[in-house]
């Protein structure tokens, strides 16, 4: 199965020049191809498959020889991403979406490059690159299986990280464990689990308004083209990352504890998008970050044995999760009065034990999971 890992590098400061000058070279090659493909079709009808488009990269390097400074993987890679695009656009459209076309990349809006299987060796503590050099690498964790992709990212406050995809032939289940749990996501409470546990909502957003607002001001105060913006920008860049390490700090230590903590978890199966249309909520459902503690959870599942169920949201804060009667409650009501058998409870409570039973009733219609049958 495959596996990433994600380290921070320490370029020197020609390195960086060297970094900085392919990413450039890179979007000059994105932007070309989007080019190429767009006007083909609007002049002549004609399709630019991603083959067809590989196919130029040596005649631009003839035109324009600093794209010889560039690993060809590298580049291949870019027209990659100009069809994976393309593909992406016409899902969308097919499904019925508005979604906007392929846009021009401009100047520094191209941070990420990757060498496809070449180009890359890593040994100990240093990792070179084809046409950059040798880079010092801070393995905090060992790396398992084989090396397929290597991506080299630039964050918004100049730092640098590799992102290693390998391909690890076995999987470590952790002892079967009969415990299964039901999780309502929601703002006032982060999550609430079956048995009665309720996790806080950090706010990390929330916390962080007041630094993101002071940020913003000297921002816009700040005259275009100086260097005053400049770091301003980066201020402001700084606020938002450090926002964005906690969340993620957050929703992956408890994703662990719940793979950790029971054999079967289940989830609401959201639409987030059309939650956020909600203005009064979007900031606050946005900022908890739910589909990363489903996503985080899902794939932590799949290598320990687990197993994460989606269920149908539908009706489960109405329904009664002791007569399983209708009870019809605003959003601001936060707890659950059964007029029919007089259960009094929690308004998420009441969800995550519906939640669970659904989960539990679909696990039994597909058939339990083997790993958890054999106990592995």
């Given amino acids: 199965m495959p596996k990433l890992y994600r380290y921070r590098i320490y370029p020197t400061h020609s390195q960086v020049t060297k970094l900085n000058e392919t990413l450039e070279l890179c979007r000059w090659v994105y932007n070309e191809t989007l080019a190429l493909r767009k006007n083909a079709w609007e002049s002549e009808q004609k ?36 069809d994976l695009a393309f ?20 100047k ?40 397929k992709r290597l991506t080299i990212r630039r964050t918004s406050t100049q730092k640098w990280f590799v992102s290693i ?35 806080p909502n950090p706010r ?3 916390q962080e308004e007041k630094a993101l607002a002071k940020a913003n001001r000297k921002f816009s105060k700040a005259e275009k083209g100086t260097p005053e913006r400049k770091k301003c920008l980066k201020t402001l860049c700084r606020v938002y990352e450090r926002i964005a390490n906690k969340r993620e700090d957050f929703t992956q230590k408890l994703s662990k504890k719940l793979v950790d903590n029971y054999g079967i978890v289940c989830f609401e199966d959201l639409n987030i998008n059309n939650m956020t249309k909600n203005h009064n909520l979007a900031k606050h459902i946005l900022d908890a970050a739910w589909s990363k503690l489903v996503t985080y959870t899902s794939y932590k599942a799949e290598n320990a044995g687990r197993k994460v ?3 149908d949201p539908k009706n489960t804060s109405k329904m009664c999760s002791n007569c399983g009667m209708l009870v019809e409650k605003s959003l601001s009501e936060r707890t659950h009065n059964c007029p029919f058998c007089g259960l009094f409870i929690d308004r998420d409570l009441n969800a995550s034990i519906n939640i669970l039973r659904l989960g539990l009733q679909s696990d039994r219609k597909i058939g339990r999971c083997p790993s958890l049958q054999r106990g592995e």
């Fill in 47 to 82: 399709r630019i498959s991603y083959y067809d488009s590989k196919k130029i990269i040596p005649v631009w390097k003839k035109d324009k020889p600093e794209l010889k400074t560039v690993h060809s993987h590298t580049l291949q890679d870019v027209t990659m991403r100009v």
């Fill in 87 to 106: 593909q992406a656009f016409f899902r969308r459209v097919k499904a019925g979406e508005n979604p906007g076309y392929p846009r021009f990349k401009g």
């Fill in 108 to 147: 520094g809006w191209y941070d990420s490059i990757t060498y496809l299987q070449s180009g890359f060796s890593l040994n100990e503590n240093i990792l070179t690159l084809s046409k950059i050099g040798d880079i010092k690498i801070k393995m905090h964790r060992p790396l398992e299986g084989n090396i």
């Fill in 165 to 199: 995809l390998t391909d690890v032939d076995s999987y470590q289940p952790l002892e079967h464990s009969d415990k299964a749990v039901g999780i309502d996501v929601g703002i006032l409470s982060f999550a609430t689990l079956s048995n009665g546990t309720y996790v």
């Fill in 204 to 206: 990390f957003y929330i």
């Fill in 309 to 311: 169920i989606l269920v």
